[in-house]
């Protein structure tokens, strides 16, 4: 079994940052790719940035200049180093892994976190 942890969420005001970090534990081998994504009430989740296995990185339009997505140390970890925050940045944050390779064989999917809660406002 595979979990993603996220952390570092939290209320901010416009032009503020924040950095979320995601770390995965569990039955592990690798990840070669992880991403963050969003989700706003009433609104579809959406991709703000992505690492992939062949190490490129992909933003939103939305936030491209203004965050940044890197791989931690760890086996499973991502940050996203979020500046310039908007209003519109309000939302909350899943971390993703869309293929996790375990020990000992198999391959786990669509792993997602629980979410972290991000609130841009004055």
């Known amino acids: 079994q595979v979990q993603l942890q996220e952390s570092g969420g939290g209320l901010v005001q416009p032009g503020g940052s924040l950095r979320l970090s995601c770390e995965a534990s569990?039955?592990?081998?690798?990840?070669?790719?992880m991403g963050w994504y969003r989700q706003s009430p009433g609104k579809t989740r959406e991709l703000v940035a992505r690492?992939?296995?062949?190490?490129?990185?992909e933003y939103a339009d939305s936030v491209k200049g203004r965050f940044t997505i890197a791989r931690g140390s760890g086996r499973g970890s991502v940050w996203l180093q979020m500046n310039s925050l908007k209003l519109e940045d309000t939302a909350v944050y899943y971390c993703?892994?869309?293929?996790?390779?375990?020990?000992?064989?198999?391959?786990?999917?669509?792993?997602w976190g629980q979410g972290t809660q991000v609130t841009v406002s004055s």
């Open positions: 993703h892994a869309p293929q996790v390779a375990a020990r000992g064989g198999g391959v786990v999917t669509d792993v």
């Open positions: 569990g039955n592990i081998f690798t990840i070669n790719a």
């Open positions: 690492t992939t296995s062949g190490g490129t990185v």
